[in-house]
């Protein structure tokens, strides 16, 4: 009996061995399983068909917040400076520039040189000489950051005489500028062609434009230097006057330091342009798109010149052409601005604000 016992205990432990073998074995292969479907559970979460007819939702909110555009206060004054400026001006008024421009049109320079100095205005487009009296003026508060308009300045005639600069000689010419950049300039174009402003010519400096137009009527054989776009006004009222001679071009031509006659320029603050340069450089760019649509689109341009009480359309049809409209910025700028306000301020040194400015005066981004 004890026998059979001991048969019988054997084999119910030999089934229950070999059960639980069978559940471990289960256990593991259900495990395997289950980790299986994990892992492609992952792979679709991170890696979705995109051919799926129903593609994983994403989060598609916007931000709440919008980029905040910089408010710029903007001068320039009447005429060529100003021009390249007119696209630039449309556009922010449609509210599609890069910041918030609020633009003023001067017709005298001093309007613009009190309100860069008392932080009214952020950038302005202002004659060379009157940034640099500025920059020694405030000790370095103002920054050159492009040229904007180079010559516009032209010797015309009513006769048939000037084909040179040396042809001058012994010659009468009417202009404005008594005191100011148009004299220096013609004094330093005739010493460069060996001629003594005081005693090989007779020159006659007039308060208006329209008093050499005046006189340029009355005459066969008169000889004046006026600026654009006031030429082009003579010329459309005087079939008689014709351009001789292009001053930038004569001056460019004897300049041995790759100095330019520099009429306009962008000065800037340079507390503003200190927190903001970001967005004097955005300005600066769409400055550059601008000048280059004036250029290349005459007509509209010339539309919008009148638009904003620039100048009027019909004489600006014809000026901007010679108007010499750009935007020059760096070492280029340096350059011609540097050596065009030595000419000055060997003339005068308080043409320039007493001082040749500092390297700081430029801004070379």
């Known amino acids: 009996m004890k026998k059979w016992m001991g048969i019988i205990l054997f084999v119910l432990c030999m089934v229950m061995v070999t059960g639980c073998a069978k559940d471990n074995d289960g256990a593991i292969k259900g495990n395997e399983s289950n ?36 408010d710029i206060n903007i001068a320039g004054l ?30 005298a320079a001093d309007e613009i040189s009190t309100g860069l100095v008392k932080g009214e205005i952020d950038i302005a ?28 300045l032209y010797i015309v005639e009513t006769g048939d005489t000037i084909n040179t600069v040396e042809d001058l000689k012994g010659k009468t010419i009417y202009s ?38 005046a006189l340029l009527s009355e005459s066969d054989d008169a000889v004046a230097m006026l600026p654009q776009p006031y030429v082009t006004t003579v010329m459309m009222n005087n079939e008689k006057v014709r351009i001789a001679l292009d001053v930038a071009k004569e ?8 100095s330019s006659v520099v009429t306009g320029v962008v000065a800037v603050r340079s507390e503003f342009l200190e927190n903001n340069k970001a967005a004097v450089d955005a300005f600066m760019e769409e400055y550059a798109v601008s000048t280059a649509f004036v250029n290349e689109n005459v007509e509209e341009a010339a539309v919008l010149v009148e638009k904003f009480n620039i100048f009027k359309a019909a004489a600006a049809i014809k000026a901007i052409p010679y108007c010499n409209i ?3 910025r760096g070492e280029e700028m340096k350059e011609k601005v540097g050596g065009y306000l030595t000419a000055l301020f060997n003339q005068n040194p308080q043409s320039v604000g007493g001082k040749l400015p500092a390297d700081d005066f430029y801004y070379l981004p």
């Open 35 to 70: 980790e299986e479907d994990l892992d492609k559970n992952q792979e679709t979460t991170q890696a979705p068909d995109a051919n799926a007819d129903q593609p994983a939702e994403v989060d598609t909110e916007e931000p709440s917040g919008t980029i905040e555009k910089t």
């Open 176 to 213: 404005t500028g008594y005191g100011t950049t148009p004299q220096f300039t013609l004094n330093y174009l005739l010493n460069a062609y060996g001629i003594d402003p005081e005693k090989d010519v007779t020159i006659e400096y007039k308060t208006e434009a329209t008093e050499v137009a």
């Open 78 to 107: 009447k005429g060529p400076t100003a021009m390249g400026m007119v696209q630039m001006m449309d556009l922010a008024e449609q509210n599609k520039t890069a910041n918030n421009y609020k633009y003023t049109i001067a017709g």
């Open 251 to 258: 001056w460019d031509s004897v300049s041995t330091d790759n």
């Open 125 to 152: 487009a202002i004659p060379c000489n009157l940034a640099s009296v500025l920059y020694n003026k405030t000790e370095g508060k103002i920054k050159l950051a492009g040229i904007n308009t180079l010559g516009v």
């Open 326 to 328: 750009t935007l020059i």
